[in-house]
């Protein structure tokens, strides 16, 4: 509620963080069957950056500041403008969802293949040397270089169970799983938009998830009582907020 917002690039220097409650109908039965005396509900903690501008890995527009804080994340949420406005500008000039994710698909894959070809030739020579931890992350970092060298992330190196704790230990951003959220107009809230399809088919070919929400029904309802709020969202055909759809799927990825 204290962050800023603002109709210009980079109002968000310092990242803004959010802790959420996970919804679960479960947990209050579960705590009235073992008469828990305190009942913990299971929290996310959300970081909003700024958006990453083309040549983020070169450090164009605070990009290594911003790469950084991806770096300590868990899973990656792409907050996509699915709506036009003339009042409202975009950093392109233009509205196209699509375009806006491959620039930041294509800046953490820049990140993630400078930090692989920095670290190829150490781990090179320490498996000649009989390094075995060294050996196994060698050719995981192979495997995701040649990838990325492709222009594919590198989450969709297919792994053997045995290999996921050397690709772990890369750290790669592109290793990270995806979600994708449409920010769109009210009236599109319920039902999404020609672009929120687009997106949507891209996340079904990368096996990741989207999620329709519109930021200014969210700001509407957090203004709200409970009772106020359902009949609210009752009369622009939603049955639960945006908030809570971005929690489940965000909870879902981890």
Do not use: W
């Not at 040397?129 to 970092?141: E, F, P, Q, R, S």
């Not at 169970?161 to 009236?187: D, H, I, M, W």
Request: overall charge negative.
């Amino acid at each position: 509620a204290a962050a800023a917002a603002a109709n210009f690039p980079f109002c968000t220097i310092e990242p803004n963080v959010g802790e959420v409650v996970v919804p679960d109908e479960r947990l209050a039965r579960i705590a009235a069957i073992a008469r828990s005396a305190k009942v913990i509900p299971t929290q996310l903690e959300f970081v909003d950056i700024a958006g990453l501008v083309a040549g983020a890995s070169r450090g164009e527009g605070l990009g290594n500041q911003f790469l950084g804080h991806i770096r300590e994340v868990d899973a990656i949420l792409h907050l996509l403008r699915c709506f036009d406005d003339p009042d409202v500008v975009h950093v392109a000039g233009s509205v196209d969802p699509l375009r806006d994710a491959e620039i930041i698909d294509t800046e953490l894959m820049l990140a993630d293949l400078d930090s692989l070809e920095r670290r190829l030739n150490g781990l090179v020579k320490r498996a000649r040397g009989g390094d075995k931890d060294a050996k196994d992350t060698l050719v995981a970092a192979e495997r995701a270089a040649a990838v990325l060298r492709e222009g594919r992330p590198a989450r969709v190196v297919p792994l053997a169970a045995e290999e996921e704790r050397a690709f772990s230990g890369l750290q790669l951003l592109t290793a990270k799983p995806v979600l994708y959220v449409c920010n769109v107009e009210e009236g599109d809230a319920a039902a999404g938009n020609a672009a929120t399809a687009r997106v949507e088919a891209r996340a079904a070919s990368e096996g990741a998830a989207a999620v329709v929400i519109s930021a200014r029904i969210e700001a509407e309802v957090a203004e709200l009582s409970e009772d106020d709020r359902s009949e609210y969202l009752a009369s622009l055909g939603l049955t639960e907020t945006g908030l809570t759809q971005v929690i489940g799927a965000g909870y879902r990825l981890l």
